[in-house]
């Protein structure tokens, strides 16, 4: 899948100095969009296929082990989960579980209320600023995986709307060989168009890359 020509483009500009947590903490959960909370500061989305490593991510990238909830079962997250984050800077973003997709044993019926939830967000949310797609460096891009990366980069590209950044995040880092790292990333680099992070919750590897992405994105 390659990006179109309108796509915020990536960067990989470093930050000065590391990101430090000053707070993070469980803000609401949401089945329908009128019960999120009232939309004031950035949010960032955290998307990806069932058992990708998200809730893990999500929690290495704010260093709280128990934050988001982790499970062996696929589909666990069945809402719009926020979490309100501040960083020692003084500034505040939330952050946004999406409900995995591609669990085979959820009914149609559910899957298409969650794919509706979904896209009205990312559609309508207007503090939303980037989503960050997580797929797992072991299994490659997927087909779901690009139909959200073209949604996600073309959902917004109307006068006067402002676009939405995909943040391509390659899971698992640790689960590979170092010899096999370097060529898994450059497959997703020229199957995407995307650079990807490679990121590993287990090392913390890729953290401070993925927080450059996030705060450059919601500048």
């Given at each position: ?5 309108n796509a915020p483009a ?93 669990y085979a044993k959820l ?97 913390g590897e890729g953290r ?12």
């Amino acid at each position: 899948m390659q990006t179109p020509a309108n796509a915020p483009a990536t960067h990989s500009k470093p930050l000065a100095r590391p990101v430090r947590i000053a707070s993070a903490e469980f803000e609401a959960g949401a089945t329908r969009l009128e019960s999120l909370p009232t939309p004031s500061i950035p949010e960032i989305a955290f998307a990806g296929r069932s058992n990708v490593g998200k809730s893990s991510l999500m929690n290495a990238l704010v260093q709280r082990n128990g934050l988001v909830r982790t499970s062996s079962t696929p589909g666990c997250t069945r809402a719009l989960n926020l979490f309100a984050i501040g960083l020692d800077d003084g500034s505040s973003y939330r952050m946004v579980d999406l409900p995995g997709y591609g669990y085979a044993k959820l009914s149609k019926t559910e899957k298409a209320r969650w794919g509706a939830m979904i896209e009205n967000y990312l559609r309508g949310r207007a503090t939303l600023r980037a989503v960050v797609l997580l797929v797992d460096i072991r299994r490659g891009f997927e087909e779901d995986d690009g139909q959200l990366a073209e949604f996600v980069t073309t959902c917004r590209t109307g006068a006067g709307e402002t676009p939405l950044e995909c943040i391509l995040v390659a899971t698992k880092l640790d689960k590979l060989p170092l010899n096999k790292r370097k060529p898994a990333l450059a497959a997703f680099r020229r199957d995407t168009g995307l650079q990807p992070i490679g990121f590993s919750a287990v090392t913390g590897e890729g953290r401070d890359a993925l927080w450059a992405h996030i705060r450059e994105a919601t500048a």
